[in-house]
């Protein structure tokens, strides 16, 4: 006779419930059935799309937090650079203030970027030992809980209970992981690479005014290069975000320049009233 899903099973029994073998807890429930067995699975993309599904997506945000760190270094170390300049001209300034700006903005979206992931992972890594910890004491719930997962996503009752009882008997920890929790197991965030990602795009961004800033012409047309090189640079970095993400090219591209040269004037009136109260 079959056994209603979440009623007690006897030990080392296992249970079955609409046709499908639901193993007992005391043999590690789902996670004890998939011990052993090959998890590994690859899909063939279509003839148009020539990466592998989810690696382009990942490629993708990478490029795309990039794009943003290296626009965050354009903008944050001309301002530094042009707020300084404000209020005192000097060349001395100009460099300390950018290396100044360079070095504590890079190490701040380092850190920044190390703890924000950090946190995110340890989550995952929790909901992930809470998951297994279910899978193998509470088997039939979760059975039940895939099954109304995949009926909320259109199938009818048996189909998402056969769909969910195969989807464990293969992997039941990445199942739950990725159609609940939204979570890939084999893909959790490295800190120490978002860290050094961010730290690189800043640097690459933040260099730029501040090279600029140190050719030797006279003041007047050294600010006058950082400015043009930073709007030539927001251009470009805007252009790219509207590729990115499939936004009109040239709102983009005007909203990030005037950010950007926004940032710029207020630097300077900042700068300009602080060095005359000085």
Do not use: C
Not at 115 to 144: C, F, G, I, N, Y
Not at 165 to 191: C, F, K, S, W, Y
């Amino acid at each position: 006779m079959a056994r209603k899903a979440g009623e007690a099973m006897a030990d080392g029994e296992d249970a079955s419930v609409d046709g499908i073998v639901i193993p007992p807890a005391s043999k590690g429930g789902w996670i004890g059935a998939n011990h052993g067995k090959g998890q590994d699975f690859t899909v063939t993309p279509h003839p148009e799309e020539p990466h592998e599904l989810g690696g382009s997506s990942d490629r993708l945000n990478w490029l795309r937090a990039g794009v943003l760190g290296a626009n965050d270094g354009i903008v944050s170390v001309a301002g530094t650079i042009i707020g300084v300049a404000g209020a005192d001209p000097s060349p001395r300034s100009l460099l300390t203030a950018g290396i100044a700006a360079l070095a504590a903005g890079a190490f701040s979206m380092a850190g920044g970027e190390y703890v924000s992931v950090s946190a995110q992972k340890d989550t995952e890594k929790a909901l992930l030992a809470k998951e297994r910890w279910e899978l193998e004491t509470m088997p039939a719930d979760e059975l039940d809980e895939l099954a109304q997962i995949y009926e909320s996503k259109g199938m009818t009752a048996p189909t998402a209970r056969r769909a969910a009882a195969e989807a464990m008997e293969h992997d039941a920890l990445r199942a739950h992981a990725v159609d609940e929790l939204g979570i890939d197991p084999d893909q959790l965030t490295n800190p120490w690479s978002a860290a050094f990602s961010s730290f690189v795009a800043f640097v690459s961004g933040g260099i730029i005014p501040l090279l600029f800033s140190l050719i030797p012409v006279a003041f007047p047309l050294r600010v006058t290069l950082v400015v043009v090189s930073v709007a030539l640079a927001l251009l470009l970095t805007g252009a790219v975000s509207a590729q990115l993400g499939g936004a009109a090219r040239r709102r983009a591209i005007a909203r990030n320049v005037l950010m950007g040269l926004g940032t710029m004037v207020f630097a300077w009136a900042v700068g300009a009233l602080f060095g005359t109260i000085a």
